[in-house]
């Protein structure tokens, strides 16, 4: 769908409640989307997201909110922080430098000549 979004909106409680409705508005779908109405219209029309015109509005099934709000927490859950990632190798690197270097260090200290 095109157009900026916030990724985390979908995290985010609906405004109201939801679980009684089976429609939402665009208006609605937008501020917890983080999408303008526009795009959220066009994205309708397109058939990108389920909806309907019923007059002069739009509305969304609820059902669809969930489960692009399920969809979104599954991906989240698939995905590896790369930081945390990148942090565990570098301290497993480091750790192995310091070993071997410290070794070295000790081996000197120790009495032992370098074979330098």
Do not use: C, W
Not at 15 to 44: M, Y
């Amino acid at each position: 769908m095109a157009g900026t979004h916030n990724p985390a909106a979908l995290d985010q409680e609906p405004p109201g409640n939801l679980h009684d409705r089976l429609f939402i508005s665009v208006k609605e779908f937008a501020g917890i989307a983080g999408l303008d109405e526009r795009t959220i219209r066009r994205a309708i029309e397109a058939g990108e997201i389920p909806g309907f015109r019923a007059g002069a509005k739009y509305l969304i099934p609820t059902a669809f909110v969930r489960s692009a709000a399920a969809e979104r927490e599954h991906a989240q859950a698939a995905e590896p922080d790369l930081d945390l990632l990148a942090e565990r190798v570098a301290d497993r690197i480091f750790t192995r430098f310091a070993g071997l270097f410290g070794g070295l260090n000790r081996a000197s200290s120790s009495g032992i000549p370098d074979e330098t």
